[in-house]
């Protein structure tokens, strides 16, 4: 384990038992509407997630990645604004958007706003965690790995800081980091 965690809440092996179950209920939803998501993966939290998560779809997708947010220490902000916009047009594409955890979901609500208004034919969620308590808006992830306590957590994709990104594993800092 690193030295700055305080403990695992969530193990490398539950993560890939998990986007495995994920992965096949995705594949099923979407083959009995007989069409493909196109998976678009938030930059940077959603990254280890979505590179376990479609090892386990069996169909033809395609990914893509856009960066909107800033998120400042361990408060989340409201505005977002578009770092990296998507490749190409999404005019009439499924999208299955990728993110690391739904906070107040004021990212989410935003993001889906502007890809439904970019033409996307539906906008569909898939979130590695969910923290129900810190709800701000209206919306929850059609697909969620894991709730988890309303905790400040890092690992597979979430940071402190930028750090802890890649730990294998979603865990709690210990407190002294954040004084
Ligand atoms: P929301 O807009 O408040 O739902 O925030 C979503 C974003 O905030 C996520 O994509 C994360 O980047 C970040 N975030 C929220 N909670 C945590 C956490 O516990 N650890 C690390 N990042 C978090």
Redesign the pocket.
């Known amino acids: 384990m690193h030295k700055d965690v305080k403990k695992i809440l969530i193990s490398e092996e539950e993560i890939v038992k998990r986007c495995e179950e994920l992965g096949r209920q995705i594949t099923a939803d979407y083959e009995a509407k007989q069409e493909a998501p196109l998976l678009v993966g938030?930059l940077k939290?959603?990254v280890p997630f979505l590179a376990e998560l479609i090892k386990h779809i069996d169909m033809d997708i395609m990914f893509d990645f856009m960066d909107v947010?800033s998120?400042e220490g361990?408060q989340?902000v409201g505005n977002i604004r578009v770092i990296k916009d998507l490749d190409s047009s999404i005019n009439g594409v499924s999208i299955l958007l990728v993110?690391?955890?739904?906070?107040?979901?004021?990212?989410?609500a935003e993001v889906k706003r502007m890809l439904l208004n970019k033409g996307a034919k539906e906008v569909k969620i898939v979130s590695l965690l969910d923290?129900p308590q810190?709800r701000?808006v209206d919306i929850s992830a059609d697909y969620v790995g894991f709730a988890?306590p309303n905790?400040?957590?890092?690992g597979y994709g979430?940071?402190?800081d930028q750090k802890y990104r890649n730990l294998p594993y979603v865990g709690v800092l210990k407190d002294e980091l954040y004084e």
């Open positions: 938030l939290g959603s947010s998120y361990t989340s993110e690391d955890i739904v906070d107040t979901g004021r990212t989410l923290k810190r701000v988890v905790e400040f957590v890092i979430l940071d402190f």
